[in-house]
């Protein structure tokens, strides 16, 4: 096998080498039960106590209250762009969002041929280098429910607060797990698996009871949240290996100490790189003060030429996937909860030689 390198990939993204040595080992043989994880049924006691114990594991590191459902959905993220209004709110109703990216762009314009949409705050103008605090925006009093992108992991800016609202919706594809919350101020919280939890085909919504049973009588019945919440997911078959490697990280990150060790190694990471970036003008970071990222770190140099360069050069000393997304160029390193801090010093270290080099 060759060197395993610094993935700095927005997602798919690195993972737990252990996590993904067991896994590897359970497509072969699972359990002692003489078949994969891949062949097992869905409705086998083997995969059965997979699913609960991966639904546990969640609602125990993120401390899930009883009256919220846990859900494994398939479709990615992007379909709780449109599933979230199909549920929750009736022809004619409104629905408030917060756009501070390109996630949060798509989510309204999906919720724009459902709702009648209210964007209560927009940082487009300044390439959406930062989210607003609560006096940067008002919410309509009749809207049905909030919606932001906690993490906008294109851009690099992160929430640090959460408004109150009694329907907060959150996109937490790229920081759910990364640090503590309080999951009853949400109503809806999703998130892809395939940035901060596990691997692509599964995507994780909880949702507040109350709101599971609010859609239409005409949707169709894939598309309700009550049908997945009624049969525990498993109306149909459910993304069964992603559910599994998501268990497998969830294991992981109980083992390490939890959601608030995590947040405490990801603070040091992110501030590891932001002083770095802070130290010269070579480096300059793109999300403001006060919404930088601690998940997903983006930054320019001088020209494009040299970020260019740069990316490539990183690449070569195996460094990858440091380049920024092409919405904005430039530069972005994504370090979610299993990048490893060390990795970080190697890019820390990169950075100074590339200046002197260059600078
Ligand atoms: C990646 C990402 C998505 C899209 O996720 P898919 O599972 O590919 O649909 C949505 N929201 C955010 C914040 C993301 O980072």
């Known amino acids: 096998m060759s060197e395993r390198v610094f993935n700095f990939n927005p997602g798919p993204s690195t993972l737990p080498v252990e996590v993904l040595k067991q896994a590897a080992?359970?497509?072969?043989?699972?359990?002692?039960?003489?078949?994969?994880?891949?062949?097992?049924?869905?409705?086998?006691?083997?995969?059965?106590?997979?699913?609960?114990?991966?639904?546990?594991?969640?609602?125990?590191l993120m401390g899930v209250p009883d009256d919220y459902k846990v859900l494994f959905l398939q479709g990615g993220a992007s379909s709780q762009f449109a599933m979230v209004p199909l549920n929750l709110v009736g022809p004619g109703k409104k629905a408030t969002y917060l756009n501070t990216g390109t996630w949060a762009k798509k989510a309204i314009k999906?919720?724009?041929?459902?709702?009648?949409?209210?964007?209560a705050y927009s940082s487009e103008?300044?390439?959406?280098?930062h989210v607003p605090t609560v006096n940067d925006y008002q919410v309509?009093?009749?809207?049905e429910y909030l919606y932001l992108v906690s993490n906008n992991t294109i851009y690099g800016t992160q929430f640090?607060?959460?408004?109150?609202?009694?329907?907060?919706?959150?996109?937490?594809?790229?920081?759910?797990?990364s640090r503590t919350l309080d999951v009853s101020r949400f109503g809806i919280i999703f998130a892809g698996a395939q940035k901060n939890m596990g691997t692509a085909?599964?995507?994780?919504?909880?949702?507040?009871?109350?709101?599971?049973n609010r859609a239409p009588e005409n949707l169709p019945t894939m598309f309700r949240y009550k049908t997945h919440a009624d049969k525990g997911s498993m109306f149909n078959t459910p993304p069964c290996f992603s559910i599994h490697v998501l268990g497998l990280t969830m294991r992981w990150l109980k083992e390490r100490g939890g959601v608030a060790a995590m947040e405490a190694t990801n603070r040091k990471k992110a501030a590891v790189l932001y002083?770095?970036?802070?130290?010269?003008?070579?480096?300059?970071?793109?999300?403001?003060?006060?919404?930088?990222?601690?998940?997903?770190?983006?930054?320019?140099?001088?020209?494009?030429e040299l970020e260019a360069r740069f990316?490539?050069?990183?690449?070569?000393?195996?460094?990858?996937?440091?380049?920024?997304?092409?919405?904005?160029?430039?530069?972005?390193?994504?370090?979610?909860?299993?990048?490893?801090?060390?990795?970080?010093?190697?890019?820390?270290?990169?950075?100074?030689?590339?200046?002197?080099?260059?600078?």
Do not use: W
């Not at 072969?28 to 869905?42: A, D, I, K, Q, Y």
């Not at 640090?160 to 920081?175: I, N, Y």
């Not at 085909?201 to 599971?212: A, E, F, S």
């Open 25 to 60: 080992a359970d497509v072969v043989e699972f359990n002692h039960c003489g078949m994969g994880v891949l062949e097992v049924s869905h409705r086998s006691p083997e995969f059965m106590a997979v699913a609960e114990n991966t639904e546990a594991l969640i609602r125990e």
């Open 140 to 143: 309509d009093g009749d809207s």
């Open 311 to 359: 990316i490539k050069e990183a690449a070569a000393v195996n460094l990858k996937g440091i380049k920024g997304h092409r919405s904005i160029g430039g530069c972005r390193a994504s370090i979610y909860n299993a990048f490893p801090g060390e990795g970080i010093d190697r890019l820390v270290e990169f950075m100074a030689g590339f200046e002197k080099k260059h600078g």
């Open 275 to 304: 002083q770095a970036i802070d130290a010269t003008d070579f480096y300059r970071g793109h999300a403001r003060n006060g919404s930088r990222s601690l998940m997903n770190v983006t930054f320019n140099l001088p020209t494009p």
């Open 160 to 177: 640090p607060e959460f408004p109150g609202h009694p329907t907060l919706v959150a996109d937490m594809s790229s920081d759910i797990l």
């Open 110 to 119: 999906e919720a724009k041929m459902i709702a009648d949409v209210q964007v």
């Open 201 to 212: 085909g599964v995507t994780v919504v909880i949702i507040r009871n109350d709101l599971i």
């Open 125 to 129: 103008e300044t390439s959406f280098d």
